[in-house]
């Protein structure tokens, strides 16, 4: 079968997470084992970092990889979910797994998995595994999916762990306060492995502590490592100033990644270079330099307050639960004063509380309600308005993306901003459409 094809049955086969929510989810790590057993453990002949957290870890995983390329290690990159392309999850060195690799994935391996009935982001996780050992890669940086202990990417046992930070998200699968999710995410801390957390939070922090010393393993927290004392944007970069504990003067970062959220990101990447250079790495300080000055470029990074147009500005990001939506009104509150009006064009999964969500938002805004076609967990954009209009916004709804698109291209001057966010499938659909045109 061609890739299209081939694309198609595993989407029709095998539960999509992301399209159809909870009945994708197998519990335990029984089938992913029994995959990896097949395989021959191909995580064992390469090196790895591991990294979880609610926010962040998307954005913390690329640079990881971004730097570790700049330093010379063949770097894989595993990554969810995509947004235009299924193959931006599997990387190596930035350049997407090709075509013909997913095929021969498949064929080779398809009565096995017919038989076993994974979910889809078990064979992706064990796709990519077994494609960076196949290619030969030095290091991959993996990013778990859901949670941690019992996320498909756990078989790992890593060189480091790291966990961005934890926010209540996914409640019904991981726990409804911090403390359980800390304790699931927690799950990926291995005996005798080091783990970075990216922020202190007086709920989570116990958890990690009691479990780094359960396992035996150095804990280290990003905050007390270092710490941004300024930041500013520039020629498209975030300019920080960062001092690092017990060296003076300060330093400066140049960080292609410009979100409000990304100077916790920054922290985080720098506490695990840190550590991974006490292990052996071979990374200078000219290798986290450009690493960290051009992520998009090096390993396709997409949606992070990405600049995806002109006059008007349109501007993209993925944030979509309320630990990141906070972040992300904050940000967006700034936008006042560079932009006569802002415009924002917003569509939510219906796991995601909208009326809490919403509710962060700024009041200021126009807002073009709309729902994503390619995945049955969007919320109806008419549902959107309504708690819209419920919170005082001034609002209209469109049944699709390009729709709303479109209203809020013709409303928009020159001198505004269109911001296009709520769900990875809404910045998926507008990147693809302006890749498209």
């Not at 049955?9 to 197998?26: E, M, S």
């Not at 453990?41 to 790895?48: L, M, S, V």
């Not at 982001?121 to 077994?130: G, K, Q, V």
């Not at 017990?246 to 720098?270: D, I, K, M, W, Y």
Request: proline residues 4%; aromatic residues 8%.
């Amino acid at each position: 079968m061609t890739y299209e094809k081939i694309l198609e049955d595993i989407y029709n086969r095998f539960p999509v997470y992301q399209q159809v929510g909870a009945v994708a989810l197998k519990p335990g790590l029984g089938n992913i084992l029994r995959i990896d057993e097949r395989l021959g453990h191909p995580h064992h002949k390469f090196k790895t970092i591991h990294v979880a957290g609610t926010n962040g870890k998307g954005s913390v995983s690329h640079t990881l990889a971004a730097i570790l390329q700049s330093a010379g290690y063949v770097t894989g990159l595993f990554t969810s979910p995509h947004l235009v392309d299924f193959r931006e999850r599997i990387r190596i060195d930035g350049c997407m797994i090709p075509k013909e690799c997913v095929v021969e994935f498949i064929d080779r391996n398809d009565m096995f998995l017919n038989d076993l009935q994974p979910s889809f982001f078990e064979i992706t996780t064990a796709m990519a595994l077994d494609y960076f050992e196949r290619v030969g890669v030095d290091v991959a940086v993996i990013e778990v999916g859901l949670g941690g202990r019992l996320d498909s990417t756990n078989i790992i046992t890593p060189d480091l762990s790291v966990i961005t930070n934890i926010g209540l998200e996914h409640t019904q699968y991981l726990g409804d306060t911090l403390g359980k999710i800390a304790g699931e995410k927690a799950g990926i801390i291995k005996p005798g492995v080091p783990v970075v957390i990216g922020e202190r939070n007086p709920e989570t922090d116990p958890v990690f502590i009691a479990k780094a010393q359960e396992q035996g393993s150095e804990i280290f927290f990003a905050e007390d490592m270092a710490k941004v004392l300024s930041h500013k944007e520039d020629k498209g970069q975030m300019v920080a100033q960062v001092e690092h504990a017990g060296q003076q003067p300060a330093r400066e970062h140049r960080f292609s990644l410009t979100g409000l959220c990304q100077t916790r990101n920054l922290l985080t990447v720098l506490a695990a270079v840190d550590v991974l250079k006490k292990q052996g790495y071979d990374i200078t300080e000219l290798d986290i330099r450009e690493g960290m000055a051009d992520v998009q470029g090096l390993t396709g990074l997409m949606g992070r307050w990405q600049k995806i147009g002109m006059r008007p500005d349109i501007i993209v990001d993925t944030g979509h639960n309320a630990h990141g939506v906070k972040i992300l009104a904050e940000q967006l509150e700034e936008q006042f004063s560079k932009y006569i009006h802002v415009h924002i064009v917003w569509g939510m999964c219906n796991d995601k509380e909208p009326e809490k969500v919403l509710s962060l938002l700024p009041r200021d805004a126009r807002y073009y309600f709309t729902q994503a076609n390619n995945t049955r967990r969007a919320t109806p954009a008419s549902e959107l308005y309504e708690i819209g209009q419920k919170l005082g916004l001034n609002c209209h709804f469109y049944p699709t993306v390009a729709q709303a698109m479109d209203r809020a291209r013709r409303y928009a001057e020159p001198a505004d901003l269109i911001f296009v966010g709520g769900s990875n499938f809404i910045v998926g659909e507008v990147i693809g459409s302006q890749s498209n045109n």
